[in-house]
């Protein structure tokens, strides 16, 4: 097994490990954007096990994973881009009517202790890699106003932000901005 490795997310070994690097990442990025007792309630390890297993059954999207040996280290989810709210009973609906046929980075964290290792980028451009390869010309990621972080991070892998935007509430009283950023693949 080679020490770096790319793995689909196919199972709930897996989808397990995708929504625990997503709470730490919540966790760690977030603490002074959403409000604390909104985060303790909803951002649990196992929150996002059941919609990455739905995802993965329905085929609306791919999970990948970036290993280091047997650890998982980063993790993203892409597809083609959401036209409606996947996420049905939540706040927030992205308008993305005007992307369909677009490619879209639907999720993407690293795990805290594994950044500024250069893993996160290995497993990103491996996703906008597979997105070119499936067909698509152009790809979408939405990334929270006030993670400045992510937004750094997305303009170095040559993603700008295209002037539109979501409000995502956060109750009972945060409202947070997602801000699409768009490139040509």
Same mark, same amino acid.
């Given at each position: 097994?080679?020490?770096?490795?790319? /793995?689909?997310? /196919?199972?709930?070994?897996?989808?397990?490990?995708?929504?625990? %690097?997503?709470?730490?990442?919540?966790?760690?990025?977030?603490?002074?954007?959403?409000?604390?007792?909104?985060?303790?309630?909803?951002?649990?390890?196992?929150?996002?096990?059941?919609?990455?297993?739905?995802?993965?059954?329905?085929?609306?999207?791919? #999970?990948?994973?970036?290993? !280091?040996?047997?650890?998982?280290?980063?993790?993203?989810?892409?597809?083609?881009?959401?036209?409606?709210?996947?996420?049905?009973?939540?706040?927030?609906?992205?308008?993305?009517?005007? *992307?369909?046929?677009? #490619?879209?980075? %639907?999720?993407?964290?690293?795990?805290?202790?594994?950044?500024?290792?250069? *893993?996160?980028?290995?497993?990103?451009?491996?996703?906008? !890699?597979?997105?070119?390869?499936?067909?698509?010309?152009?790809?979408?990621?939405?990334?929270?106003?006030?993670?400045? #972080?992510? !937004?750094?991070?997305?303009?170095?892998?040559?993603?700008?932000?295209?002037?539109?935007?979501?409000? %995502?509430?956060?109750?009972?009283?945060? %409202?947070?901005?997602?801000? !699409? *950023?768009?490139?040509?693949?």
């Amino acid at each position: 097994m080679e020490p770096l490795h790319f /793995v689909d997310a /196919v199972c709930d070994e897996h989808f397990r490990a995708m929504s625990l %690097i997503h709470a730490l990442g919540w966790r760690d990025t977030y603490v002074d954007a959403v409000p604390a007792d909104w985060m303790a309630r909803e951002v649990t390890d196992e929150r996002w096990v059941p919609l990455f297993r739905a995802d993965y059954e329905q085929k609306r999207c791919h #999970g990948l994973l970036l290993y !280091r040996d047997d650890t998982p280290v980063a993790c993203l989810n892409y597809g083609p881009a959401r036209t409606s709210n996947y996420n049905a009973g939540q706040a927030s609906e992205f308008p993305n009517q005007n *992307y369909a046929g677009w #490619g879209e980075i %639907i999720s993407f964290y690293t795990h805290p202790d594994e950044r500024g290792k250069g *893993y996160g980028g290995l497993l990103f451009e491996e996703a906008c !890699r597979r997105l070119k390869a499936d067909g698509y010309a152009d790809a979408f990621v939405f990334v929270l106003r006030e993670n400045e #972080g992510g !937004r750094r991070f997305y303009a170095a892998h040559g993603f700008a932000w295209d002037g539109t935007c979501a409000e %995502i509430p956060f109750p009972p009283d945060t %409202i947070c901005v997602d801000l !699409r *950023y768009t490139k040509t693949l």
